[in-house]
């Protein structure tokens, strides 16, 4: 198994600028996430999702966007690219089992981004 | 909302055992707790995850008194390899995930 697989691993954009973060998972797991790090910072939920289809915000949600229309890929898509938007973005899987296996997530090698 | 509470830096030498503790207070029923550890630019990775009491695997040991409200995790004579950062999460299986908070984290440096 590949994992947790995120593209691109490196992007600089421009002040207004779009994308989409690609992350995909072989695990057939449930549960996704995404987070953001800023330097020297723990990490932050920005959008989740417990199954295709179905998404909900995390903690700094605000000028991002999701969509889940299958169990591997959970892309994360920045619209207006702004400064503050400057962070490296993890995406992370689980399973929904018992004994704690949702919290118990993958992570993968994250993507650091730079807006200027 | 189970947030957490960790040392922000510690430093400790080849070798000997190194202990984080982790401060929990209003830990939920269902919540359990979790361990990880990262490497600079890379992604954080599991280490251990308990309920109550102590658990053991191949890498570390944690300990969970009975009031759950803290946990300690500890690591048997570290090496140089081991400088990360480590993070608890306290959380539950069929919770909201809004609800998994990383802290900060403890950064642990190994000297020689």
């Known amino acids: 198994n590949a994992g947790v697989t995120q593209t691109p691993k490196f992007r600089i954009l421009k002040i207004g600028q779009s994308m989409t973060l690609q992350c995909t998972q072989d695990m057939n797991h449930n549960y996704m996430y995404w987070y953001r790090q800023d330097p020297g910072m723990g990490l932050k939920l920005i959008y989740y999702?417990?199954?295709?289809?179905?998404?909900d915000k995390g903690e700094v949600p605000n000028g991002y966007n999701v969509s889940r229309s299958t169990t591997e890929d959970f892309p994360l898509r920045l619209e207006l690219a702004a400064p503050s938007q400057t962070s490296v973005y993890f995406c992370a899987s689980s399973y929904t089992g018992d004994k704690g296996d949702a919290v118990r997530q993958y992570f993968g090698p994250g993507t650091r981004l730079t807006v200027t | 909302l189970a947030k957490t509470t960790q040392p922000i830096s510690m430093d400790s030498y080849e070798g000997q055992e190194v202990n984080i503790t982790c401060s929990h207070n209003?830990?939920?029923?269902?919540?359990?707790i979790t361990w990880y550890q990262q490497f600079p630019s890379q992604g954080p990775r599991f280490i251990i995850q308990?309920?109550?009491t102590k658990v053991t695997n191949e890498v570390a040991s944690l300990f969970i008194p009975a009031d759950r409200k803290s946990s300690t995790l500890s690591l048997p004579r570290v090496s140089l390899s081991d400088t990360a950062v480590y993070y608890c999460?306290?959380?539950?299986?069929?919770?909201?995930?809004?609800?998994?908070?990383f802290g900060s984290g403890t950064q642990l440096t190994v000297l020689p």
């Open positions: 999460l306290v959380g539950a299986p069929s919770g909201s995930a809004r609800q998994l908070t």
């Open positions: 209003n830990i939920a029923t269902n919540d359990y």
């Open positions: 999702s417990v199954g295709a289809g179905i998404t």
């Open positions: 308990g309920y109550k």
